[in-house]
């Protein structure tokens, strides 16, 4: 194993693997990424593979907005060989009640102040785009025919290759134990396969952050909790958006492939690493998906695994410089990591570098918990 | 030759009982696998693979290989070996992947 290196990535999904190559072109030359598993074991392997703007807070708009820029010229730009799958078919966003029409037609404006093209429907138009909706209920509903899904395994490989070409090492099955400090500064990680000197060190571990911070006496709090997904046999495409559902906390949307991804995150969920999979979701889910696409009644399902989100206590990123450790950087997602990883990946290594970011990302500074300044994200499943 | 101990499966051998296959009157029995009775009736092929359209024909019978997914009253990916054979039946090769929203009552 390596003995020193200039910055050490820990955390081997689309963040870290995009923040490395970001390093690599801002011409570091000795940077390194530990996974403790394998590439896009964590999150990133286990997410609904959805990206869109459709946020409630200008920061969480603004580096999905730039992302989707990233994502739309990725196979060239990270010159892949093969495709990543970016396809934009769109998020429809549904509601059922007047609560929820009023925080679309809240975040209307601000995707209107921000160029986001996104734009109210008639149940009608729903209907449209998707004939095998029930709208029943639907009381108002936005889309945005920029945002769709990319496919994580791809990104993050299309990622990995590019920053190995550019020099970077990867360590899979290396697990960080513990750091070596002077004063606040940070000297060295140490792993279960030897010690790397380094004077910078970036958490993009999504729902295992906590453990890092805490093994350099930082306490974060990014909460993982877990999310369950489940996937069905491949059909014929019949649903071109992803449909997300706040009545029912839900998303449903077909893949490439065409298999259909559906979840909806428990509001009950207990806070902490857990893999496990339950039948109880696959039936509150199949009751809520069935509701809302009456033909899914005759689709089977065959799969089922689970994940976890990251969970900030206002559902925006962490990102940057922490306080009280000098060379430690976050480069947390919170939910929504995959999604926004190529602009994340960017700015966490321009902070990294000492350069200005594109986007002001001290408003996401993990200071901003102590300090109570949170803006919340309303619009999570 | 027709099914009669299925590995997994219990089933009655029921009356004599007339569906279609892919619009052809077919007879089997009431209860049985809908594979089982196609294949006493003579019928090999039941779907086509994916990627080069082979043909694919009766192969685990347990309902795990996909390799029997069939339409049935307009139900797309129905695994014939294991589901009951009723009189009326409309049995299909699908093609594509299965399109859902055209089912009998859906």
Partial sequence: MIKSADVVVIGGGSIGCATAYNLARLGFKNVVVLEKGYICRGSTGRCAAGIRQQWGTEMNCLISRYSIRHFEVMNESLEYDGDVEFRQNGYLMVSYSQKEAAMLKENLKLHEKLGIPVRFLSVDDVKEIVPVINTERIVASTICMEDGQANPFKVTDAYYRAAGRLGVKFYTYTEVTGFKKEGEKITAVVTDKGEIATSAVVNATGPYAKFISAMLGHDLPVEPERHQIVVTEPLDPFLRPLVMNFFHNSYCQQVLNGSVLAGYGNPDEPKGINYDCSWQFIKELAAKIVDQFPVMKEVNIVRQWSGHYGISPDGQPVLGTVPGVEGYYLALGCGKGFMLSPMIGELIAQCVAGQDTTLPIGILNVRRFKKGELIVEPAVV | ?106
């Fill in chain 2, 1 to 106: 030759m027709r099914i009669q101990n299925h590995p997994i499966l219990k089933f009655e051998k029921g009356r004599r009982v007339i569906f279609t296959f892919n619009g052809a009157e077919v007879e089997g029995c009431e209860g049985e696998p809908i594979a089982a009775a196609l294949h006493a009736a003579g019928i090999r092929v039941l779907s086509h693979s994916r990627n080069y359209k082979r043909p694919r024909g009766f192969w685990c019978a347990i309902g795990n290989c996909s390799s029997c997914n069939m339409r049935v009253n307009g139900v797309p990916n129905v695994r014939a070996c294991v589901e009951p054979l009723l009189d009326g039946m409309i049995v299909e090769t699908q093609q594509g992947e299965g399109a859902v929203g055209s089912g009998i009552d859906g």
